[in-house]
């Protein structure tokens, strides 16, 4: 048996249930992106922040429902996938560089500090796990001015 197999009958025998990456498909060419920030750009606090969709519906986490999923924002952290481990694999964090919007939100208010910040979408399945073929943005990096 694998590592990751062990790993997984390990949680299922003690967690009521867990999903892994690979579960959940994502149609080909689907994609997140921020509608109202680019690259390099230069904002003021509180900024509120856009989240785009294409190729994808959004729906609350837990819905169950083909082609769809729910909306993270990853700040101040390292790309996802180069990030925490197992978080492709058993779900992104939650804390404050991982903020789920699990309630089919598309947009935040967010207040942060003067300086520079990395910002970077990626869609969640219905468990908060990245689809089978992730829907991530480019990361971008933003100034907040005072």
Known sequence: MSFKALVCSLA???LPFVAQAGDTPAPEGAYVYFINLED????????????????MGVAPAGTEKENTGHH????????????EEGEMDFGILSDEHHM???????EVLLDLDPGTHTLQLVLGDLNHIPH???IVSEQITITVTD
Not at 44 to 50: A, V, Y
Request: aromatic fraction near 4%; charged fraction near 5%.
């Open 132 to 134: 089978a073929n992730p």
């Open 72 to 83: 993270h924002l990853l700040i101040n952290r390292a790309p996802m996938g180069e990030g």
């Open 40 to 55: 390099g750009q230069s904002v003021s606090s509180p900024i509120t922040i856009l989240f785009g969709l294409s190729g």
């Open 12 to 14: 299922v025998a003690t």
């Open 100 to 106: 789920h919007f699990g309630g089919g939100q598309t």
